[in-house]
Structure formats: C-alpha cells, structure tokens
C-alpha cells in the first residue's frame, strides 16, 4: 500500500516584486508543488502573476547557486573553488577589517537595488556599524528619490487611497497594467465605478489602452514643464484651494510668481502637447475632488528634472485639495506598531566624522546625510519619535563608486559588496562598472546572489541565497491609502543545499567584525522584535503566530492628519516639515542651497538642446519600460517564463521602421554616443515617430559565461548606451537619466 503524502499549506509573501502578494504554498512531501494567492490578502486578493508561480522552477533550477564560492583564477576567468560559508565570512570579514585598517571604513562601499531578500534594511545595519556612509542603491533612480522629495515637503509620503474610489486619478510616467499586475484589477475596478484616468505618457501604453479618458501624449522628459503648465492653468484659472492654501502652505505667493513663466501656449512649444489639451487636463484634475496622483517610475528617471517633477506634483495635490482625504492620497508614514528605520538600521552609530565622508553628498546633498538630517530632525518628533522609515537612505551618490575605485578621488573604495542588485545589467553605464569591477585597485568584490549574474562572475566571493520560499517573511509597508500594513509571510521549506538568508549573511560578517550587540540570533527573532509592539497589543508570542492566525494588520486610516490636536502642545499636529506646513517652497532645499521651487530645465541630451548631436543620432530613446514576464534583469533563465518573452524588443514606429529598412522582428542596432547593441524590432504605431523605446534588464544565462563575454552582458543590455555623467543627475538627488537621450538605428544585417 502506497504510503498517504504529507500535505501542508504554508502562508508566505511573495518577494517577485516589492508589492509583496499573499501566496498559500502547499508542500507535499518537502518540495513545494503549488503557490496560489491568497484570498483576501490586502495586496492582491487572491491573485497572483506568472512570475510569482514560477518561483517553484527558480527554487528548484539547476543553475541556483548552492555553495558559496571563492574565485581561484583572475577575476571573470570562472575558475571557482568551492568554500564553507564559515572560511568564506572569515575570509572576507578579515579582507573588510583590513581595508577598514589601512584606508578607513569608507573605503568599503556596498551597492543594492530594491532591496529583495530584505537586503537594504541588514546591509544598512551592517554598514553603520562598520563605519561607512557609502551604501548606494537602485532607489536613487527609483523611488526612494521621490519618497525622499515628498519627505521634504509633506513630512511623510503620498499613496492612494483605495478606500474610496475616486473621481479622477492621473496615472504619471507610469504603466501599472505591466508593472504592478496584482494591483491592476483594483484600477480597473475603480473605472467601473467612475474614476476618469489621465495617463501621462508618451508611448500608448497597455494603461493608457485600458485605463485613459484622456492620454497625454508628452515629450519624453518634459514632465516637469508640464506639471507646471497644469500649476499655471490652476492657479490662474482659480482652481485651487484657498482654504488649504491659506492655512496648511508655505511660500504661495512665490510660487504664483514661479508658474507665470509656464502659460499653457510655452508648455506646449516645450511638451508637444497641444495648448488645449494641458488646459483640459488640468481642470479635469483640479476640478473632480477627490483625485488621486499615481506615482510612476518614470519620473524618477528624468535626471536633472527629477526634484522639479515631484515637487510638482505634490505641490499639486496639496493646492487642489486632495492630500489627505479620502480618495485623494493619503500622508504616508511608518508603520506606528512596529520597530522599522533608523532604530533597525541602527542609524545612530555612524559618527558625525564618518558621515562628512559621504562620496556625492557634497553635491546631491538631498540624497546623503546633510538631507536626511534636515528631513529626520522634523520627522522624528512627528512620526512616533523614530521617523521615517528609511531603508534606502541616506545613501551615496551611485556613480561616485566606480569614480573612487577607478580614479581613487575623492579617496580609492577598495572594497565593495553588491546584495540583490545586478549592477553590470540593471544601472547606467555598464562599460565604467565593467572598468571598475575588474579594476586591480579593487581589492574586494563580494556578491550575494541566488544566480551566477554578470556580475557575480566578477567577484572574489559569491554567497548563494534563499528565495522567498526559503526564508520568513515580514512587510511593512504603506499600501494604497491603508496607510501601513503590517504582514507576515511563513517560510515555506528549509533552504536548500548551503543557501542562506540575506540576513544571515550580513550577520555572518557582523559577528566577526564587534558587532555582536546588535544582531539577533535568528531573521525570525528579528521579526518578532520589529513587530513587538504590535504582537504585544495583540497578545501573540511570535511574528510566526501572526503570519498563522492573522496574518496582516491594517491601521485605522486617519484622514487629515494634520488636523488632530497634538495634547502636548494643544495645537493642529500641522506637516512634519521645517515651517510645519506643506512647503510649496522648500525650506529645506533652500538651506541645502538648491532652488526652493520647481524648474523645468531641458534635458541634457534631446534635440533641442544638442541639435548638432542630433543630426548624427536624430531619435530620442526612453529605456526599461516593464514587461511581464521579466524582472529587471531576473527571470532569463527560468524556461516558462523565456518562453513568453524569448528576445529583447525595440519599440519602433511602422513609419519609421519603413524609412530605415527594418521589418517587424529584425535584429536592429541601437547607437548612442557611448556604444551600441541589438535587440529585435517590434513595430508599434503606440509609439511616435521620433521617439524608440528599448528594453532594459537583458543578459542571456545560456551563453558564455566567461570575461569578456559574461553572457552576452554588452550585446543587448541597453544600460551600455546610458550615461551616470553627473551633468545628467538631478543636483539634489543624484538622480540619473535613463531617458530622454539620443539615439540612431539601423538593420543589424548591413553591417554583419
Ligand atoms: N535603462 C534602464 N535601466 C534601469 C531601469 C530603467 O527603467 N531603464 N530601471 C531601474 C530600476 S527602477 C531599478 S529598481 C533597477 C533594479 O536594479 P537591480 O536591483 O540591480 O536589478 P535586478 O535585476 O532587480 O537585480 C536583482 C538581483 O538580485 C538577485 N536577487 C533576487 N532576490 C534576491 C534575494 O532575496 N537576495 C539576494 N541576495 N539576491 C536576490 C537577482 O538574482 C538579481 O540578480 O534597475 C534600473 N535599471
Ligand atoms: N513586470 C515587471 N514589473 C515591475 C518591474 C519589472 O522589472 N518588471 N519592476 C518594478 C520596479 S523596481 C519599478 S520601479 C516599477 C516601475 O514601473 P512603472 O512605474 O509602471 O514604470 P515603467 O514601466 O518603467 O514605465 C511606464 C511608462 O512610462 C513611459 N515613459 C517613458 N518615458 C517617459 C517620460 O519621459 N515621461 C512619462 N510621463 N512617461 C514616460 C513609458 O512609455 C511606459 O509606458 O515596476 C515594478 N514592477
Ligand atoms: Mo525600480
């Protein structure tokens, strides 16, 4: 007689994207057989994407990393010798503490992306403590920089509220349907009972398809023209909202004076928008109440424009009257039940002298620690005494990596660890990383991967990591207007072979280098001290009871915020900014000695700014617009998710294609003025004549894993043709330009 199997379903997060879904799991026997999502779960509701589901093939795939290896060869040769997780932390603590003791802590730097496996929270962590301000990660392009505006003028973040719907929402550079697939139904849902969607983009994108009223077909990069364009029409137009203005805004009438520079009839000459449709736009925002902003990646991208951009909109929230009320977007900040941010990162212990030492922050100053401090000291008092969650920031400014460790100025990085990032593939500028990733001044590359990327091929040390079915789990986060979930995901298996935790990597160094007072035994002892508020209101021992009994808690939604008196002072609690209002005009840009209001400056790479360039490269190209089923650069090796999208696509108009001699399918070259790659035709009259659009995130797993050709990482990846130049970067944040830039292109067969 067959022997009955044992089933159990596990409650676990999803970890493919930062959305962070409820996945029941069910095991059978040890090996996972099944993930599906959870009904009810806040996030998804019981959805969940192809990617999520194919986290059974990314556990169990052959090419997963399982031991810890250590380089035997030069570096890229692939030459691995296998080495136990103890000898390979021991070795590299002792490398870490030697570069520490000759050079300084600073000399070590750490570079991260969106912070999988929670990997920015333990490497902040493990950073302070050690002594270096020099942690980079993907937020400086993604995010983070808008979190990060929105922190100086509002004192907290802005997310919609999905508790009611609302009249109209602007969905802005951004295209959800693609991007944020578990929450899609929840806009769609909202248009059938009535919001009106605007969506500001230049391509006709799947959201714009199934979601616009109106489309905004823009310029790419002229957001900010345009966002004060919509300023100019409702202020003059008398759209706004003098009560608030009144009361809760700081600096109005030096904003009135700004947004006359930007009439409707200049911003179109600017955006190529027609006149009549800015105006239009602008009172359909303006005048159905409440509406709602959406936040979109795009806008963190745009370089020199990006502080300008933000502050617009949420200056534009803020004078329509739409920041924190229902509908409209609701003033986000930490969670009130948990231990998250500075007291987790242990944000304190980095001294004053070592956070001078910052790389970049002398010149993005909103980025490092001169405006953090600023943000933090108003935030603190305000949010629950510890302030905003941080995780990402402060950070240094990317690009000054590679500068230290190629032209050791402002002084040499001789160390570098990269955690949940894939940098050769996924930031600006692969050539330079490339340069400085094999440069012999870089005495020590770590990795911690679940894959042998680019480049992880590069390092001296890879350690292999769990997946999110490996490890426990906990999230919180604000989502859409419920202000801040907390929610717990179970592990669902053991780690495999020798993976292990994120968290148990940074630990590992941790504890050979002094830090014993500050690391917990085990991720799940740490979870339970960060939700300990919370599970001792609720009577639970372990955030592994709550991730079985509840699950996820949702605070009560506190609408104007700004309104509730404070008992200690009797006044309105106001904004947790300098002035204690919304700061139409920064205060604390003004002190870090940027232009307190917002600006549109022409990008640094168009056709209007460099004609003569464009002669030669007469196309503007936009990158890294998201497709399913691709993660950024994950996912190519996983077979049934390749099969959905087997080649890098380059969008290109038919009419276009035409005058070029590229037929649909082609493999096409794509130029700029730093190098050039091939992706395939994809002809689309979505997008406009004038303008290409190329995929981000590729590398082919199946190729050749050796330096120089580290699987194909310079063929069709088209950060080769970005720049991290810092006449690119936004002044405040650093943030960089993966579009608009110049571009040409031809047929991949003339020239082979
Ligand atoms: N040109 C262009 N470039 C872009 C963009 C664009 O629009 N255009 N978008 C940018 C944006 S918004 C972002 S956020 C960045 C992303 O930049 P990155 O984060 O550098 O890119 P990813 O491909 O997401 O890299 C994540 C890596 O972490 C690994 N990983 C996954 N889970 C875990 C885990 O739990 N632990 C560990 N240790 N590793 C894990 C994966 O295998 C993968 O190699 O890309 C940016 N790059
Ligand atoms: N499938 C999938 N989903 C993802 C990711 C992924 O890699 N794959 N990555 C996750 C991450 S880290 C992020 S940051 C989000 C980002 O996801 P989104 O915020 O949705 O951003 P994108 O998909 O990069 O770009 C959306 C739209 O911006 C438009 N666009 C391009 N240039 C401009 C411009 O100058 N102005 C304006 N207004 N629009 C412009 C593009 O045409 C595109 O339709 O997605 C997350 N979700
Ligand atoms: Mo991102």
Redesign the pocket.
């Known amino acids: 007689m067959k022997e009955a199997k044992s089933t159990e379903v596990k409650r676990a997060l999803c970890f493919g994207?930062?959305l962070q879904a409820g996945v029941l799991a069910t095991v059978e026997d040890g090996k996972v057989v099944k993930l599906k999502g959870e009904p009810d779960h806040p996030v998804n509701q019981g959805w969940i994407c192809e990617?999520s589901k194919a986290f059974i093939e990314h556990l169990y795939h052959e090419d997963r990393l399982n031991y810890p290896l250590k380089r035997v060869g030069d570096r890229g040769d692939g030459k691995w010798e296998r080495i136990s997780w103890e000898d390979a932390l021991d070795q590299v603590a002792e490398k870490l503490d030697k570069i520490k003791m000759e050079n300084g802590a600073e000399a070590v730097a750490s570079v991260g992306g969106?912070g999988r496996g929670f990997s920015e929270m333990f490497k902040a962590r493990f950073m302070n403590l050690f002594g270096s301000p020099n942690r980079a990660n993907?937020g400086q392009w993604?995010?983070v920089v808008s979190r990060q505006i929105h922190a100086a003028i509002y004192g907290a973040g802005a997310s919609r509220s999905v508790k009611q719907p609302c009249k109209c929402a602007v969905i802005?550079?951004?295209?959800?349907a693609?991007?944020?697939?578990c929450t899609f139904t929840s806009l769609l849902k909202a248009k059938k009972q009535g919001t009106k969607y605007i969506v500001?983009?230049?391509?006709y994108?799947e959201?714009?398809n199934r979601l616009a009223h109106q489309w905004v077909q823009?310029?790419?990069?002229?957001?900010a023209a345009l966002a004060l364009g919509w300023l100019n029409v409702i202020i003059e137009e008398d759209l706004y909202d003098k009560n608030f203005v009144e009361t809760w805004c700081h600096g109005f009438s030096e904003l009135r004076e700004r947004i006359k520079q930007y009439s409707p009839k200049k911003v179109a000459e600017i955006t190529w928008v027609p006149e009549e449709e800015i105006i239009q736009s602008a009172r359909l925002y303006a005048t159905s109440k409440p509406a709602s902003i959406i936040?979109?990646?795009?806008?963190?991208m745009?370089g020199r424009n990006v502080t300008s951009i933000t502050q617009a909109k949420c200056i534009l929230r803020a004078i329509t009257g739409n920041l924190d009320v229902m509908g409209g977007d609701m003033l986000a900040g930490p969670c009130e039940k948990a231990n998250y941010g500075p007291v987790l990162e242990n944000m304190d212990m980095l001294p004053p002298e070592q956070r001078k030492k910052q790389l970049g922050a002398d010149r993005h100053k909103l980025w490092g620690y001169p405006g953090y401090e600023l943000v933090h000291q108003a935030a603190k008092p305000y949010w629950y005494g510890k302030g905003l969650t941080s995780g990402f920031l402060p950070a240094c400014h990317e690009p000054d990596i590679w500068t230290a460790i190629l032209a050791g100025k402002p002084y040499p990085v001789k160390g570098l660890i990269c955690g949940a990032c894939n940098p050769l593939v996924a930031y600006p500028n692969t050539k330079r990383i490339y340069k400085a990733l094999k440069s012999p001044d870089l005495e020590l590359f770590v990795v911690a991967e679940q894959w042998l990327t680019p480049t992880a091929m590069l390092a001296d040390y890879v350690f292999p990591i769990t997946n999110w079915l490996e490890h426990p789990q906990m999230c919180t986060q604000t989502f859409q207007g419920h202000g801040n979930i907390a929610s717990v995901g179970q592990r669902v298996i053991q780690p495999l072979h020798e993976r292990r935790t994120d968290y148990e990597f940074y630990q590992g160094l941790g504890l050979r280098l002094g830090q014993g007072d500050y690391w917990r035994e085990t991720l799940n002892k740490e979870w339970d001290w960060c939700l300990g508020p919370l599970l001792n209101e609720l009577d639970m021992q372990s955030a592994e009871e709550f991730a079985k009994k509840q699950r996820w808690w949702t605070p009560p939604v506190v609408e104007k915020r700004y309104q509730t008196v404070d008992p200690g002072t009797g006044k309105p609690k106001g904004f947790a900014t300098p002035t204690g209002k919304v700061e139409l005009y920064s205060t604390i840009l003004e002190q870090l000695g940027y232009d307190p209001l917002p600006r549109y400056e022409e990008p640094p790479e168009t056709p209007v700014s460099q004609p003569e360039l464009a002669k030669k490269y007469p196309f503007i190209l936009?990158t890294?617009?998201?497709?399913?089923?691709?993660?950024?650069s994950e996912h190519r090796q996983i077979r049934s998710l390749r099969r959905l999208y087997p080649y890098p696509t380059v969008e290109i108009n038919p009419d276009t294609a035409r005058r070029l001699g590229i037929g649909e399918g082609d493999w096409v070259v794509i130029e700029t003025p730093r190098g050039k790659i091939k992706q395939k035709a994809k002809l689309t009259s979505r997008i406009n004549r004038r303008v290409i659009?190329a995929q981000h995130?590729w590398w082919f797993p199946e190729e050749i894993a050796d330096d120089p050709l580290l699987y194909g990482v310079f063929e069709s990846n088209v950060n080769v043709l970005t720049t991290d130049d810092d006449e690119y970067c936004d002044p405040p944040t650093g943030a960089v330009t993966f579009?608009?830039l110049l571009c040409k292109v031809y047929p991949l067969k003339k020239y082979t």
């Open positions: 994207c930062w990617r969106t993907a993604c995010s802005w550079g951004g295209n959800p693609e991007s944020l697939a500001i983009d230049p391509k994108s959201s714009v823009l310029r790419p990069g002229t957001d936040w979109g990646v795009k806008s963190d745009q936009i890294g617009s998201r497709f399913r089923p691709m993660h950024h659009e995130g579009g608009p």
